[in-house]
Structures are given as structure tokens and as C-alpha cells.
């Protein structure tokens, strides 16, 4: 079994004391791949030199909305050189955050606009956080369009979830479906086809059921297949045959 995390932050200080550790304990998990989104313009440098130190590690680079504080209009001019680095997958982690109080929509969008546009014109998939956004999401990505990517660790509806997969985006299902009360995100993971999901930890954030209080990493991915078969009614075997095809599909990148 191969699997690919799809959005892990093994470039933070949570993971600077025992980074290939953590890495040799994803690897031996069936953990292939590990895609690593960027959250700032400070964070860049830093997670490149990963990538050339850990080639399992792929980058993207981008601009969350959660640290926008920090923005400056010349780290969106900076960033079409970094998505032209070879070893770059994706353009994100950028979006919108609608759930934090004091977070100014108006910029959030202009900055998500500004990803949408450069992923378009570079032809990169988009690593998108959509938090209590999810439908101003997909009214920009219509706009400003047509684009592919993936929507991190789903919340959406399933009828938002079945427009994003028409648009030919794919849903990222994290550590949350492994949690008893999650209904609702095990009946959409149910009613979508398994060719539009991606599989993910969100290390060191959304520790899976068992694992509150703890750091999360992508050892316990398969925990998130698992509990991705266990709604589909797959042997968890086909569920990362195709997960893993997924993300390598979107990503462009194969497996040594």
C-alpha cells in the first residue's frame, strides 16, 4: 500500500527537532509522498531547502489567508518566480478563512484572486483553504477560471462538494471523518466517486480521533484511508490504489 499526503506542514517548527524521523515514520507507513504547502512569503526559502534535502517532500507556494497580517503586495510579485521552480506542485496554500473574527474579506480576495489567476496562466493545481467560504469560493473560481486544484480538508455541503468535482476539483479528506460524530463528511465521502478524493493529515494540525492533544503527522495517514473505505464500503487497498492515483493526476509527480 502507497499512499500520498496531500497537505501536511512538516516545514514548522513542530517538525524542526525530528523532521526524518517523522518522514522515515510516514515512509514506513506506506507514506510515499508528501506534499507540503507554504503559508507565507517567510516560509518560502525554508521549505525549498527541504525539498532539496527530502525529494519525497513537494512544495507549493502561496499565501494563506490566516496570515495575511503579514503580507506585503510585493510577496504576490515575488511569488510567479517561486511556482516556476522545478520542484514545485502546486500553487497554495491560498483561499479564504470567513471563520476567524478580524480577517479583512475584501483583501482575502484580492490575494485569492491573485492565485487563481497565476495558477491558470502557469497551469498548476491549486491547494485551496475554504473555511465557512466555501461558496465564495466557487463563485471566484467560476469567475476567474477555469482552474484545478484541490479543496483541503473539506466542510463544504454535498451539493457545493458535487459542483467543486464538476469544476474538476477533487476534495481533500483529513483527520476529522476519523471521529465518531463525523456524519456528515463520512455521507459525502459515501455519495462521491473515489476518483475525486485526495487523502491527508493537515501535520501538525487536525489530530485524528485517539490523538487529541497530540502532534499529527503523516504516519497515521492510514488511519484517514481506512476511515475513507470504511464509508465507501472499500478494502482500504483499492482506496489507496486510487487516492494515490489521484494525487499523483493532480500533482504531476510519480513515485520512486
Known sequence: MRLIDSH????????????????????KNGVAAFVV???????WQGLHALTLSHPAIKPAFGLHPLFLA?????????????????????VGECGLDF???????????????????????????????ARKATERVIQLLKTH??????????????????????????????????????????????????????LETDSPDQPLFGEQGRRNEPSLLPRVA????????????????QTTANAQRLFGFGLQ
Open 8 to 27: 501536511c506542514h512538516l516545514d514548522v517548527a513542530e517538525f524542526s527537532a525530528d523532521l526524518p524521523e517523522v518522514l522515515a515514520r510516514g515512509l
Open 37 to 43: 504547502p507554504a503559508v507565507d512569503y517567510a516560509s
Open 70 to 90: 503579514d503580507y506585503r503586495p510585493t510577496h504576490l510579485d515575488a511569488l510567479p518566480d517561486w511556482l516556476q521552480k522545478p520542484e514545485c506542485v502546486a
Open 99 to 129: 471563520f476567524v473574527p478580524g480577517l479583512d474579506a475584501a483583501v482575502q480576495e484580492a490575494v485569492f484572486i491573485e492565485h487563481i489567476t497565476l495558477a491558470v496562466r502557469i497551469d498548476k493545481p491549486l491547494i485551496i483553504h
Open 145 to 198: 477560471g477555469p482552474a484545478k486544484g484541490v479543496i483541503h480538508s473539506y466542510s463544504g455541503s454535498l451539493e457545493q462538494a458535487r459542483q467543486l468535482v464538476a469544476m474538476g476539483f477533487y476534495l481533500g479528506i483529513a483527520g476529522p471523518i476519523t471521529y465518531p460524530r463525523s456524519q456528515r463528511i463520512r455521507a459525502i465521502v459515501h455519495a462521491l466517486p473515489l476518483e475525486c478524493l485526495l
Open 226 to 241: 481506512q476511515a475513507v473505505a470504511d464509508a465507501k464500503g472499500l478494502p482500504i487497498a483499492e482506496v489507496a490504489r
